[in-house]
Structures are given as C-alpha cells and as structure tokens.
C-alpha cells in the first residue's frame, strides 16, 4: 500500500499561483448531505426568514433548525432598533415564536450578519440575557452587574460555536442521538466548556492541543447513565482520533491539515 501525504490547503494555495484553482467534491457519509442542503437555503449573508412549517430543536442547551445549530431573531419594524438574538430555549423566544413566528430570522454562527466585530452590527444585535443565563456563559449567571455588562459586550456567537461545534458534529455523524442530546441541562455548554477547559484542549489520546481549532475537540460523556458532568466524567478527544473508531465522523480537509501539522510525532 502506498501512502500519499498531501496538504489541500498548500497544494490549492499554489495552484492559485498559476491561475488554477482546487474545487474540493466532499463526501459526507449520514445525513451530512442534508445538513449542507439546509445550510444552501440560507441567503448569503447567512440569514433565512419567512420559513415555512419552522421547528426548532433545543439539543444539549443550544437552538437547532435541521440538525444546524442556529441564533435566532425576530424582525424589529424600526431599522435602528437592536435585535435581541437567541441561542437556547428560553422564555422570551418561546413566546416570541408563538406569537411573532412570520418575523423569524435564523442566523448561522458563521454568517456576517453575526460578526458582532462590525460596528455597525454591533449595534443592531445583541445576545439575550435569558439565554445567557440559561447556558451559563462565562459563568453568567452567577456573575456581578458590571460583569455581566461584559460578558454581553464581549459575547461572540462564532466563537461560541467553534466551542460547541462538537454537538453539531457528533449529532449529524450519527455518534450521539437527537433524543440522548434533549436530556441534557440547558446549562450543558457552560459543562462543556469547562470540561475542555480543564483538559486543557489537548486529546487525551494522541495528545495534540488543538485550542487553534477549536471545533475539533470532544468532550466524550463516559457513562451517559450516571448524569453527572465533572470535568472527570468526560474523555477529551480530537476529531482524528473519534474518526478512527467511528468512521463516519466527518472532518474537512483543512482540518485534517491542522491535525497533520500539529499532532505529536509518535516514538518509534
């Protein structure tokens, strides 16, 4: 067997050198076809409102459209008026969506619309207190006045869902069920952080560090039985290392690089 090392984003980056360009063709095994389907029917700005027949799915203490964690608004008639973005199931969005569901927007956590680093978007977007009290963000519940005031200013849902994205990557990779993920507490992102956090995002098995990229850390429930979540409850995983177990774990070429690049050479 040969084995042929390449690095995609190297090999499409000196391609561009020349005038050519790499278009990648992925392969998702499961549903994750029907994932990039969803995601295809958001407009470019990464926005979609006017959806008919809307469900939203509360997983793991986070809003889902689809198997796509998504932030949720509603539309203000006035232009100047900031928008209060949700990303759990909270009070305020429950009624909102029952009696204002014609002027839902679904935002990816990716999409400029949500780049709360734009001024300008800044001032017309906001995280929801409910929300964040729910999850617990940087301890947000708990946290003085002043504090709170900060976490608020400082909350940004990107980076907020590279930290989450392994719930979004486990559930469409078939690892772990829809139905598993509802019987968690709402609070569950703050347990999760924290549980990367204090294994300090560094696979407990290969050993690479992969705070750089952080989508591609898991924190693996060990006994989903007990429902207890210490941080001890939990194995830290790299995406490579759950793929060789689970196959149909997807992972995307720059990914796979970042691994590469990164992971420990083993002694031989």
């Given amino acids: 067997m040969v084995k042929i090392n390449s690095n995609f984003s190297k090999l499409n980056a000196s391609l561009k050198q020349v005038g050519a360009e790499l278009n990648f063709r992925y392969h998702f095994n499961n549903n994750r076809s029907d994932i990039a389907l969803t995601r295809s029917k958001f407009n470019s700005d990464g926005t979609l409102s006017k959806i008919k027949n809307l469900k939203i799915d509360y997983l793991a ?16 008639l006035k232009a100047d008026k900031i928008n209060t973005f949700h990303f759990s199931e909270c009070n305020d969005l429950l009624i909102n969506l029952e009696k204002n569901e014609s002027n839902t927007t679904l935002i990816l956590p990716d999409s400029e619309k949500a780049d709360l680093k734009k001024k300008d978007t800044n001032k017309l977007l906001s995280p929801c207190h409910l929300c964040l009290e729910n999850t617990n963000w940087n301890n947000f519940e708990k946290a003085e006045d002043w504090s709170k005031r900060i976490i608020i200013e400082q909350f940004n849902i990107l980076e907020f869902h590279k930290q989450m994205f392994s719930v979004e990557r486990e559930l469409v990779s078939n690892f772990i069920s829809s139905d598993f993920l509802k019987t968690l507490p709402k609070n569950f992102p703050r347990i999760l952080e924290t549980a990367k956090s204090y294994k300090k995002w560094t696979c407990q098995k290969c050993k690479i560090n992969v705070s750089g990229m952080k989508q591609l850390y898991h924190a693996v429930i060990l006994d989903r039985t007990l429902k207890r979540y210490l941080p001890n409850d939990f194995l830290g995983l790299c995406t490579g290392c759950l793929k060789v177990k689970y196959h149909d774990m997807y ?3 720059e990914e796979l690089d970042f691994i590469n690049e990164f992971r420990p050479k083993s002694k031989k």
């Fill in 61 to 76: 203490g986070l809003s889902f459209y689809q198997n796509n964690f998504v932030a949720i608004y509603f539309q203000n």
């Fill in 251 to 253: 992972i995307t070429p």
